[in-house]
């Protein structure tokens, strides 16, 4: 092969594996773990590129960019690309933070909104409960091989769903109504235990103030909250790892199902 057919080969390899690549890449900005600002963002951008590669590498027969396709016909292509990882990684996100929002829940009801701290994850303030339960969730969404079940998804979907293949029409907006529904109810169930326990507490304790005022209320009625919270937390450990594991693993196959049904397979 002379240099010149070698550099054709190579032009003509380059805009598909960029699609690739941006495909690949909405999963990084949006899936659990992988989106986590405490990994550097060059160490992320190479771990794209190097799974874009592996991928590129099997399924290069079903990638074919339009032809003759310049610059300004690229960039809607790119972005449908990566709105297609976008969107697995944001479907397969939604139990976790959910889960999160219950911890922050639970948090507020007991008494631990005094007690936030900085997570250097979100680069936010969070409270404790609600990083533990991420914690738990991230566990188990690792252990169900959430991971290696999105990249297996998005590099098959390739011969599903070529590039420029994704039509507006198939934007999965009942895929993502149904994993919110599903992630806000698993948020719930989680938290209801220990916020209606506390509430319960509150009316208890506020019947206590008005017929003994000389116990001072609030001084005990703080740390009674927070040890019932804690104590109604922990009995209900293994319910919400089962919880967790459900959601999550629901939410892996609908993503894995809408590449499906995007594809027409």
Request: a negative charge; aromatic letters at 4%.
């Amino acid at each position: 092969m002379t240099p010149d057919q070698a550099a054709s080969s190579l032009v003509a390899h380059a805009i598909p594996f960029t699609l690739v690549l941006f495909r690949m890449a909405g999963v990084f900005i949006m899936a659990p773990i992988l989106s986590s600002t405490m990994i550097p963002l060059r160490a992320r951008a190479l771990l794209a590129t190097t799974m874009a590669g592996a991928a590129y590498a099997n399924v290069a027969p079903h990638v074919q960019a339009p032809a003759d396709v310049d610059l300004l016909g690229l960039a809607p292509l790119i972005v449908s690309e990566a709105l297609i990882g976008l969107t697995v990684g944001a479907i397969a996100s939604t139990p976790l933070l959910c889960l999160e929002l219950s911890g922050v829940m639970m948090g507020q009801s007991i008494g631990f909104g005094l007690a936030r701290v900085y997570n250097p994850d979100t680069d936010i303030d969070t409270d404790l409960l609600a990083q533990l339960l991420l914690m738990i969730a991230v566990g188990v969404f690792v252990a169900a091989g959430g991971l290696e079940a999105l990249f297996g998804a998005v590099a098959r979907s390739f011969e599903r769903v070529p590039i420029g293949g994704m039509r507006a029409s198939q934007a999965p907006l009942d895929v993502l109504l149904g994993a919110l529904q599903s992630g806000f109810d698993l948020g719930l169930r989680v938290a209801m235990p220990v916020v209606g326990t506390t509430l319960l507490l509150i009316a208890v304790l506020g019947v206590i103030g008005k017929t003994m005022p000389q116990i001072n209320i609030m001084t005990v009625g703080f740390a009674i909250k927070i040890l019932a919270g804690l104590a109604i937390l922990a009995l209900a450990t293994t319910a919400i790892h089962e919880a967790a594991r459900d959601a999550i693993a629901d939410s892996i196959d609908a993503a894995v199902l809408w590449l499906r049904r995007a594809g027409g397979a």
